[in-house]
């Protein structure tokens, strides 16, 4: 399967394929041999590329992906041929009021944006810390922020309602 992710405004493809007991991975001309494996119930990952050990904290929100890896910390969106097909045909865009909810139970450490702010797609509106781990939900569409219901500091539970767009 093709994945189309996109860092730091660039994008590039990823494809993988299992070779016996192997999975390899390719990205332009460049090929890896991978192992993956979850380490324990939660987001933690053991990863090997090429011989070459990592460990891998990654939080999956739809299409977005946040690894932390090397003490560091990257946001990447991913979507593989379906979802984009999907996405075309859909045009990706929903119009009227859309609601911002909180993925994963945490605390809201940052909220960007105040009511009557209008928006842009992919701009952070709120910071979640779940998991030792912050968070940044972004808008999926530009619209205008019609209610905050969540402040700095608040406790939240999966699901819950942090703001609205229009």
């Keep these: 399967m093709k994945y189309h992710c996109k860092f730091e ?11 016996g007991e192997r999975l390899v991975g390719r990205s332009g001309d460049r090929e ?12 933690l990952f053991s990863l090997l590329v090429d011989g070459r050990s990592y460990d891998v904290v990654a939080d999956i929100v739809r299409e977005q992906v946040t690894l ?12 593989d041929d379906r979802e ?4 075309a045909v859909a045009g990706h865009k ?4 859309r609601e911002l909810r909180a993925a994963m139970p945490g605390i809201v450490v940052d909220i960007k944006v105040a009511a009557g702010d209008a928006v842009e797609e992919g701009q952070t509106l709120v910071v979640l810390e779940a998991m030792k781990m912050q968070n940044p939900l972004a808008a999926e569409s530009p619209g205008k922020v019609t209610r905050l219901c969540c402040k700095k500091g608040d406790a939240v539970a999966a699901g819950a309602l942090l703001l609205e767009i229009e």
């Design 84 to 87: 984009r097909a999907a996405h």
């Design 32 to 43: 890896y041999e991978l192992d993956l494996s979850l380490v324990g119930d939660g987001g």
């Design 94 to 97: 929903t119009g009227g009021r």
């Design 68 to 79: 932390q890896l090397l003490g560091e910390r990257f946001v990447v969106q991913c979507e």
């Design 9 to 19: 405004g660039e994008e590039r493809e990823f494809t993988f394929e299992r070779r």
